[in-house]
């Protein structure tokens, strides 16, 4: 009989205990919601920036905890799909435009466009515009940091070889860039990074936003424009340039992050990059005398627009929150300090910043004054199309063909992308 | 009949042999047999995973690829890179095994032991980034040859469409002869001393000695590395990925990284696990010459 007793006692005792628990737990969930922040920015950001950024945040939302889950960015768009397949991707994901297209065909992103219409604490129309475009009808993500591609160069290189001011056209860049190529002393004008090694992002980088100077654009009516004479004369700008001995060599193996770190090594005189790496520089070498400027026309001024784009995940279970903090950081008073911790511009243009670095000024003036350009956000297949067209740049740089043909061919075989993505 | 032969065999034996194995064959069911019928499974539709409705399209993917150019260059390209690999592997691993053989003072022994098995220590990434760097146009070795005058301008090793393929064999058989060289070596201590002396005494120099004693001795050790390394050279990834991604153009694309390219890159999963049951049949067909190998006769 006491036996009996004990065991009822004990039952009773572990089922009393379990139902504390399990409505403490629910309680202390309920109260605080966890949510994962899938990026690469931190990294790129000035010291504890994200930190302070994420903060802020706990303490106007206490009822959300942001989890910060960093990622090198090469592998990021990788992640995203594995993570999406598993059903395990985080709830915000840290974006880059390219990839708009891919996603939304693979189901990976939230749309949006409900979301934005019902936002209180933002004016979707005060959003750079250039990076929110409309795929499939809808806006599957939004600029947490907008900026241009410009312009790097060694203002102490320049003045070496009498360069008073940076090169505003094709002709001054080859120009300028010959004056500065000493091969004995290992120094180089420029650098053109074409490497197969992923991302093999090479044509969006040293091609594109010459490309958008010459007045050309890559695809027309969702098909290929490479055999556009816009896009051959740049190919025959960009070979003449390598011809001439300008160009550091190895740019058939150079990655984009070789090109900055040569140029912050003093190897390389000038690079083009997108504003995001000014910090990369400003860390790598805080001697170099850095000075940021356009690319140089052929026709008109412009450039080619990117940013730190945010979007929720579609297998997110807690969309709502997710949007919260995505709505925060896009409000004006967070996004513009945001974008001086990243040395970048807002990507919500009522932000204000308060810019003392000249080589911010100048990309601000830019993106405010000069054509900014975005193809990739509705390009389908996009990382697949510039891998192609690496290919292609690759064979004309080793003089395997010439621009008119690997213009044509890198056409032929875009066209057939598409067809296929279809 | 088949529960009356289990239960008879489970009345003379016991049950007991497989809760022995019942835990490898879970972990192997789990981890091997599961993601392999995935991949056959995955690579019968159009695509899986980024469409909302897959469709059936039986073995179209597999006749696909005998109509993509891509695919047979990648597949050259790997017959062209394991041949050339596993050949200078066993060279290299074999020479360095009978130099490791002689004998020594015992601290330069295990000093060479010891440097010559470093590249196998090493990860495919380190690897890589190293070799990228010694071979980098402005690098050490163009800076070497440059000085010695055997070079008039840098040179793109990994970049060059020629040379990115014979670079890359090179820096595979620096980082895989090691293997060989170890089993060889242990081979080489299990020769028994006197069938040295023996040749000897019949007048035998050092290279018939090598030809008619050692090398008939190692046989059995040099056929199973040969297969191993054969099987593991054939569907490397990780070191031609880090190393050239495939490139320049398709100069070294192989089919492990077009594989990856088809599933990464274009999001074609569907394609890639045909590819992959393709690598997979490949490796089968090695692994049968290795397993008939290693039967006891």
Known sequence: MNFKRICIFIL???MVISLGLFVGGQAATGQKTTIEWMQWYAPHMKKGGMDRILDSFHVEHPEIQVELVTIPFGKMREQILTSTIVGKAGDVLGLNPPWNAGFVDANALEPLGSYLSSAREINPEDLAHAVIQEYKGQVWMVPLTAFPFVMFGNKDRMREAGIGTPPSTWEELKEVALKMTIPEKGQYG???????????????????????????????????????????????FLKGLNDSGAVAPGLNTMLQTQKV???????????????????????????????????????????????????????????????????????????????????QLPGNLAASLDITDPNIAICEYMLLSHEGVEELMLTKQAPASWRIFVEELQKMFADKQDPVTTAKNAHKRWNELFATAE | ???????????????????????????????????????????????????????????????????????????????????????????????????????????????????????????????????????????????????????????????????????????????GYPFVMISILAGLQGIPINTYEA????????????????????????????????????????????????????ATEVLSTYTYKLAFVRFEFSKASALGTIILIFVMVFTFFYLKHQKPV
């Open chain 2, 199 to 250: 040749a000897k005494i019949d007048g035998a120099d050092a290279w018939q000695i090598f030809c008619y004693v050692t090398l008939p001795q190692l046989k059995p050790i040099l056929l199973s590395v040969g297969l191993l390394d054969t099987i593991w050279t054939f569907r490397l990834f990780p070191l031609i990925w880090l190393t050239t991604g495939g490139g320049p153009g398709r």
């Open chain 1, 190 to 236: 420029y650098a053109i990074g074409m490497s197969s090694l992923p991302p093999s992002n090479g044509p969006i980088i040293d091609v594109y936003p010459m490309l958008y100077t010459a007045g050309g654009r890559t695809v027309k009516n969702e098909m290929s424009n490479l055999d556009s004479p816009e896009v051959v004369e740049t190919l025959k």
């Open chain 1, 12 to 14: 009773l005792t572990t």
């Open chain 1, 261 to 343: 770190e040569r140029f912050s090594a003093g190897e390389v005189a000038i690079i083009l990059n997108n504003q995001a790496n000014i910090e990369t520089v400003y860390l790598r070498n805080p001697d170099l005398n850095l000075v940021v400027f356009p690319v140089p026309k052929k026709k008109k001024w412009a450039y080619r627009m990117h940013g730190w784009m945010l979007g929720i995940s579609s297998k997110s279970k807690h969309k709502k929150e997710a949007w919260t903090l995505i709505e925060w950081l896009l409000t004006p008073q967070v996004n513009g300090p945001f974008s001086e911790l990243s040395r």
């Open chain 2, 1 to 175: 009949m088949v529960l009356r032969k289990f239960a008879t065999m489970s009345k003379s034996r016991g049950i007991a042999p497989y809760f022995y194995i019942g835990p490898v064959m879970a972990i192997l069911t789990i981890l091997m047999i599961y993601p392999m019928c995935m991949i056959i499974k995955l690579a019968l539709y159009n695509n899986y995973y980024v469409v909302s409705k897959p469709v059936w399209v039986g073995l179209k993917n597999f006749i696909d690829f005998s109509r993509n150019e891509i695919f047979w260059v990648s597949l050259k390209n790997t017959v062209i890179f394991t041949v050339f690999s596993v050949f200078f592997h066993m060279i290299v691993g074999i020479a360095f095994a009978v130099l490791l053989n002689q004998p020594l003072n015992e601290i330069a022994l295990t000093f060479f032991r010891s440097i010559l098995i470093l590249p196998w220590i090493f990860t495919a990434a380190i690897v890589a980034i190293n070799w990228q760097l010694l071979l980098d146009p402005l690098g050490i070795i163009n800076f070497i040859l440059g000085k010695l005058g055997m070079l008039t301008s840098p040179v793109e090793w990994f970049g060059d469409y020629f040379l990115a393929m014979p670079t890359l064999i090179f820096v595979s058989i620096w980082r």
